[in-house]
């Protein structure tokens, strides 16, 4: 069946998807996913500057509001229009527990903590550290709430046009203002956690977190154009159909650094570790990350896990009150 551009559209699948089904979409959910938390790299980047800054300040916002079911209506009536919760309401979180989730080591986590700190961008409280309502309610944060409602619009769209969702989660239609904050603040604590779910991937694949971020950046770079208009995605959809070396346009790593917020000379010391370890090679043009490695049993296995986490993230989305 064809769908936007010619591409071709898989049927409506049911919500309990067998693992046959999941596999069938697994390589094209994997792209899509790719391009969509490298756009949610780019909001960290463009409202604190750095992108671990942003990934800390979303880790800690998380575990702050994990005990919160945001649809209750004492919740929601806590939160008022400007979705923001009062920093009574926010449990902490030790330094400790941060580095086991994010997988950092004790220190670099905790010297990240302190920068973020010394900026006024966290605070410590008794048992832990928290970010604070007047940091989440500033116009940065703001902004980047709205444009990650935008991210996950075209994000849903695509996903419903490949095949993996059988429809865009009603809550999106939600406008970014006066009365739609709340719940665009909503939608951006559940891309928050989605994110996360893909970085403990990134981990998993390719042992640390950092490089796998890179990584995630050269391949989302290799292969969006697949799936833009007119495209031929569909050739490569199933976990078997990873695209060929050949079909991956390369990226530098002025624009990996670029795209990430991070110094040249940084970005390409973890490419040359990814070279060192073959995770991607050097092509003229810049730099891929192979078929090879994404066909490993690792990248299987992520690439699988993935589609639940994306099919997860959208009936969340879709239970969100409008």
């Known amino acids: 069946m064809?769908?936007?551009?010619?591409?071709?559209?898989?049927p409506a699948m049911p919500q309990a998807k067998p693992a046959a089904e999941?596999?069938?979409?697994?390589?094209?959910?994997?792209?899509?996913?790719?391009?969509?938390?490298?756009?949610?790299?780019?909001?960290?980047?463009?409202?604190?500057?750095?992108?671990?800054?942003g990934l800390f300040v979303h880790a800690i916002n998380i575990a702050n509001l994990a005990h919160i079911d945001p649809q209750a209506d004492e919740i929601r009536q806590a939160a008022g229009p400007s979705g923001v919760l009062p920093d009574e309401m926010r449990r902490p979180i030790s330094v400790a527990r941060l580095a086991d989730a994010s997988g950092l080591p004790f220190e670099s986590a905790r010297r990240a903590v302190q920068q973020l700190i010394s900026v006024g961008a966290c605070e410590r409280v008794p048992g832990g550290v928290i970010i604070p309502g007047a940091v989440v309610a500033r116009p940065e944060n703001l902004r980047g709430v709205v444009v990650n409602l935008g991210n996950v619009r075209k994000f849903m769209r695509d996903l419903h046009a490949a095949g993996v969702i059988d429809h865009v989660p009603a809550s999106l239609a939600v406008a970014a203002g006066e009365d739609g904050t709340a719940a665009a603040r909503l939608v951006a604590r559940q891309t928050s956690e989605y994110v996360q779910q893909a970085l403990r991937l990134l981990a998993d694949t390719y042992v640390d977190t950092r490089a796998g971020v890179v990584a995630q950046t050269i391949v989302a770079a290799n292969t969006a154009y697949l799936d833009t208009r007119g495209g031929e995605g569909w050739r490569y959809a199933r976990i078997d159909e990873a695209p060929p070396d050949e079909a991956r346009r390369p990226i530098s790593i002025g624009r990996v650094a670029e795209s990430l917020g991070l110094p040249y000379e940084t970005t390409r010391r973890y490419v040359a570790r990814l070279l060192e370890t073959k995770v991607c090679v050097r092509v003229r043009g810049g730099v891929i990350v192979p078929r090879a490695v994404l066909d490993g049993p690792r990248a299987v296995r992520a690439t699988l896990a993935n589609?639940?986490?994306?099919?997860?993230?959208?009936?969340?989305?879709?239970?969100?009150?409008v």
């Open 22 to 53: 999941d596999a069938a979409v697994a390589q094209v959910t994997a792209r899509l996913s790719a391009e969509f938390v490298l756009r949610a790299f780019q909001v960290l980047v463009d409202v604190y500057g750095d992108i671990r800054a």
């Open 2 to 10: 064809a769908g936007r551009g010619g591409r071709r559209v898989l």
């Open 307 to 321: 589609v639940g986490y994306v099919r997860k993230f959208a009936r969340e989305l879709d239970a969100a009150p």
